[in-house]
């Protein structure tokens, strides 16, 4: 070759070998980005952005209800089957935990697995997925009394308000860009109602000053006298056993989404009237022999 043609070969491999260094250079300095790792609880098909979908519950039914689809305040959830308890609420808190708690980590271990990560990281590895925050359940009857897990619901003690709570978390793998998912902290509360008919729950007269030496089994503090007997031969067990005219108290009901009419009651003098009816109390108002002259006090 002459010698220019050499020159001019030299500058198209040394410009080549120059061109191939700085595409190299620039590949190698960018940082690929995947996608960050989430909680996943149908296999990947919907991802969990925020704890909210934590919070699900589901009933024996099919029926599931979740924070966005809750409006049990004004409308209690009602229980598909008579005597069921909390254990028949599906819900993601195991019910042969030791406590109303679970940690979110043992969400994403065997046998449950609820995670996930496009790019594959945390897979295989040990320790390759950690997850951090709590999940908890609490239980109360409609007079905020703890509630057990295995209690079967009642009526009278209804609506019961079970709330789910997560508090703030991080989901983290050990390689990728990005590693991790954060989650804030959340609630929600279900008010739910056992399926059963229409029951007095108690009859409830002027409290002041009464019902202090009576055991629970009679008499529960603000809600009155509990009922003793169903059966009309043993009636004379129930609140009032005696009465004056014009004396009147409350029957409180539990069950019945209306008002329940009431017929009025006469028998050995005295005659009972139902007034103020609602679906949750009835007035009881009792009339009788009265004295009018005051002469005969």
Known sequence: LSRPMVLVLTMVVLQSISFSNYALTTKTTNIIQGSA?????????????????????????????????????????????AGQSFKDIGMLVPTDTHSNSIELSSLIGTPYNYWGDDDGDGQGVYYGITVTGNLSLSIVDKDDNLVARNEVLTICKAPYKLTLSSDSGRLKTLYGVPNESRFSASNATYYINPKAAPVICFARPDLWG???????????????????????????????????????????????????SWATVSHGGITATMTDSTNTSVKVTLTGPAVTDPNQW
């Not at 609880?41 to 919907?46: A, I, L, P, Q, S």
């Not at 004379?236 to 005696?242: A, D, E, I, R, S």
Request: charged residues 10%; negative net charge; aromatic residues 10%.
């Open 210 to 260: 009464i019902g202090s030496n009576l055991s629970d089994a009679i008499y529960q503090g603000r809600n009155g006298f509990l009922p003793q007997s169903v059966t009309p031969s043993s009636y004379g067990l129930n609140f009032p056993t005696t009465g004056a005219n014009n004396l009147y108290f409350d029957l409180d009901i539990g069950g019945s989404n209306q008002a329940l």
């Open 37 to 81: 790792p989430y909680l996943t609880f149908d296999g990947g098909r919907t991802r969990v952005t925020n704890t909210e979908a934590l919070l699900w519950i589901s009933l024996s039914d099919g029926r599931t209800f979740t924070p966005t689809t809750n409006n049990s305040r004004n409308h209690p959830i009602e229980l598909p089957v």
